[in-house]
Every structure is written in C-alpha cells, then in structure tokens.
C-alpha cells in the first residue's frame, strides 16, 4: 500500500501530492534576472573595473606585472621566495583602490602586498 505524502513549495501546500515539474525549480529567477534593475545595476562590473584599477597600481608601484615570475623579498623574512605572482584577493574596504591592501600569490603561498620590502622580475 503507497504512503501518502503531502508536499509543500514554500509554505503552499501542493495539492495532488506530487511536486510540480520542471518550471516549479525555476519560480523566483526572475528575481536574480531582474537585479540590475533593482539596483544592484553594475555590481559586479564595477568590482571587475576596481580590481584592475588596483592590479594596474600594484603594477605601476613595482614596475613589475602581475602574472610573471619574480623573486620577492617579504619583510619579517630571512630568504627571499620565487615564483608566479598572482592576485590571490582585494581587500573589500579599499574599494580596489589601494594596492597595498591586495592580497598576493607566490607558490601557494598568500600574503600582503604591504609586506614586500623588494620585488624583482626573474
């Protein structure tokens, strides 16, 4: 003998006791579609623009750009590292304007842009 299920897609109960199909997974989209109309207009576009600013910075500061092999010198460290520099994250209170506040990559290893004491290309 079957057992009867009763369901319920936020709150409503469902009647006939079987999920609705596929179109019911989709309710609410338009919410996420529609965000930029909501204010949300630009959000992660302007996030894009304020890393590259800051990227950009970084790269004017060091004369060096992200992405390519250097050897680094961290303060507070006795040898220097080598390897890919890469952006590892942005401090989301700078606003992507201050390359101090980037967050870098080294071989796995993440740490400051403010602790670089020395930074040359290899």
Do not use: C
Not at 3 to 32: C, E, H, Y
Not at 38 to 45: I, K, P, Q, S, T
Not at 57 to 74: D, H, S
């Amino acid at each position: 003998m079957p057992i009867a299920r009763s369901w319920a897609i936020a709150g409503t109960p469902v009647v006939g006791g079987s999920l609705p199909g596929p179109l019911g997974a989709v309710a609410g989209l338009d919410l996420f579609e529609n965000a930029a109309e909501a204010g949300a207009a630009g959000g992660f576009e302007r996030w894009k623009v304020e890393a590259a600013v800051a990227k950009q910075a970084f790269e004017q500061r060091w004369g060096i750009p992200l992405g390519k092999r250097v050897r680094v010198q961290l303060r507070g460290e006795p040898r220097e590292r080598e390897g890919l520099l890469r952006v590892a994250e942005e401090d989301q209170t700078s606003g992507g304007r201050d390359a101090r506040k980037l967050r870098l990559s080294l071989a796995g290893y993440v740490f400051p842009a403010a602790l670089i004491e020395s930074l040359s290309r290899v």
